[in-house]
């Protein structure tokens, strides 16, 4: 698909092959995935107060430090783990890594309850992608719903703009701009 791609959302770094890979292969396109899930939701709440990009251009170093975000492996993490990814180079928050090992556990106890995280957040649209484009907002009801659940569960860094960017990254929002040639699956 993203050879074909020519008009792409204006928020897209042309200068940055990542970037542009992300927009035109992932961004936007419905994900199922448990790890994959798991993955953007630690690297979304991450993003919080800083740019994707700047996520994105350590996602690399992220995987290998949060074991390919293994969220079995990181919910047994300890405060020596904690210690040891503060000198990796990642996004080093203290209450950021912290929140991850506790969204793991979460995250875990979602899959059981649900049979899979995939069926909990897709649930909540009954399986529906929204199209709507990035420019228009940065929470939505939707998101608002998802956050407050997620919050009563236990997650930190889930508020409802870092959740309405998570739904947009997993494809439930597609939020390409209308001129984009991802808009609406193109």
Known sequence: MAENIVNRCFWVNMKNPLYVKYHDSEWGVAEH???????????????AGLSWECVLNKRDAFKKAFDDFDAEKISRYDEEKCE???????????????????NSRVFLG????????????????????????????????LSDEISKDLKKRGMAFVGSTIIYSYLQAI???NGHIMGCDCYKGK
């Open 110 to 141: 979602i899959q059981k309850e649900f049979g899979s995280f995939d069926a909990y957040i897709w649930g909540f649209t009954n399986g529906q992608v929204i199209f709507e484009s990035c420019d228009i907002r940065t929470t939505s009801p």
């Open 33 to 47: 995935s448990d790890r994959m899930l798991f993955e953007l939701l630690i690297l979304e709440g991450f993003q």
């Open 171 to 173: 494809g439930i929002i």
């Open 84 to 102: 040891w990814l503060l000198s990796q180079p990642i996004i080093r928050n203290r209450r950021k890594i912290k929140a991850c090992v506790t």
